[in-house]
């Protein structure tokens, strides 16, 4: 009897012993670690609420001078990292040479428009009073000093053609009393008569020759000669004003380079200030400093490289904010 009772516990045993491990798979011990749901890592990945992420923004791979070790208690303002700015420190020693160098250029650059205006306006002004002299003196001649000469050649012309006539009414008496009277004295007195009639003749012709020309060559070839002038003075005066012109334009695409030029040198030299400047970084809140995750102890330390954007710190505020 008691043998039988020792058999149906042990096939009990059995069965409750096969059923657990049947179950076993399916329902986790207590105290095991469960498995990770999908989305546990992300949820880590994120930075406590109202936490602050320092990050390298100069631009270049730069070396770790100082930096706050973890767990650190800092107030807003405190220095937490310290980057090696000396490459950035010989470039803007440089970078003030261009700057300035610019600047002089610019300088100049302004000056020599103002003095290539002023020189092409004098030019202009130069050119100005030469072409009134050159019409001043085109109508001078027409209208003074050819009516002079024309009025002088037409008197000249007509006394002239006067005493001909004379002469030749003398001439005529004289041969007359000549012939009538056979006297040596009316020879002589007729011949010298004939003689002052040849030369009052030419006198006369040549007064008429010298009216036609002034008419005609001498008028011309003068209102054409003071016309060329007054042409090469309105030549000269729009040259002069196309000079004023260009030295405006050319002076100022000059001067806008320059500007240009001393901007962009001036920028590069902000630029670097901001790299120097953010070469050193501040506590912007007061908290506590923590290694982001994906930093770690090895990459943020006194001679390690960092590269642009890095988180170097998180800074954990005092106390969390409430729900």
Request: charged share 25%; with cysteine; proline share 5%.
């Given at each position: ?104 250029e610019m300088i100049l650059a302004t000056e020599s428009q103002d003095r290539e205006k002023r020189a092409a306006g004098g030019q202009v002004g130069l050119a100005e009073k030469a072409l009134r002299l050159a019409q001043a003196q085109l109508k001078a001649f027409i209208d003074g000093e050819y009516p002079h000469q024309l009025a002088l050649a037409q008197g000249a012309a007509a006394i002239a053609d006067e005493k001909r006539e004379m002469l030749e009414d003398r001439v005529a008496y004289l041969r007359h009393a000549a012939e009538t009277q056979k006297e040596e004295a009316a020879q002589t007195s007729r011949q010298e008569a004939e ?129």
């Amino acid at each position: 009897m008691a043998g039988s009772k020792r058999v149906g516990l042990l096939a009990v045993g059995a069965i409750l012993w096969a059923g657990l491990c049947l179950l076993g798979p399916q329902t986790p011990l207590a105290g095991e670690r469960q498995a990770a749901k999908p989305g546990d890592r992300e949820a880590r990945a994120l930075p406590p609420a109202g936490s602050v992420d320092l990050r390298y923004e100069v631009g270049q791979p730069v070396t770790i001078l100082s930096v706050v070790p973890p767990g650190k208690s800092v107030k807003k303002g405190d220095l937490l990292v310290e980057l090696d700015s000396s490459a950035f420190v010989d470039k803007r020693i440089q970078q003030v040479r261009d700057v300035k160098k610019a600047e002089t250029e610019m300088i100049l650059a302004t000056e020599s428009q103002d003095r290539e205006k002023r020189a092409a306006g004098g030019q202009v002004g130069l050119a100005e009073k030469a072409l009134r002299l050159a019409q001043a003196q085109l109508k001078a001649f027409i209208d003074g000093e050819y009516p002079h000469q024309l009025a002088l050649a037409q008197g000249a012309a007509a006394i002239a053609d006067e005493k001909r006539e004379m002469l030749e009414d003398r001439v005529a008496y004289l041969r007359h009393a000549a012939e009538t009277q056979k006297e040596e004295a009316a020879q002589t007195s007729r011949q010298e008569a004939e003689l002052a009639l040849q030369e009052a003749k030419l006198q006369s012709y040549a007064a008429t020759d010298s009216l036609a020309l002034l008419k005609s060559v001498v008028h011309d070839n003068r209102v054409a000669e003071l016309e060329m002038v007054v042409a090469q003075r309105e030549f000269d005066l729009a040259r002069a004003r196309d000079a004023v012109s260009v030295a405006t334009t050319c002076g100022a695409a000059t001067v806008s380079l320059a500007e240009m030029n001393h901007r962009m040198e001036s920028n590069r030299l902000a630029k670097l200030d901001d790299q120097i400047t953010n070469c050193r970084i501040y506590a912007p809140q007061d908290g506590t400093v923590v290694y982001p995750d994906d930093a770690g102890a090895a990459a943020v330390k006194p001679g390690a490289v960092v590269r642009e954007r890095q988180v170097l710190i998180r800074l954990l505020p005092v106390t969390p904010p409430k729900p």
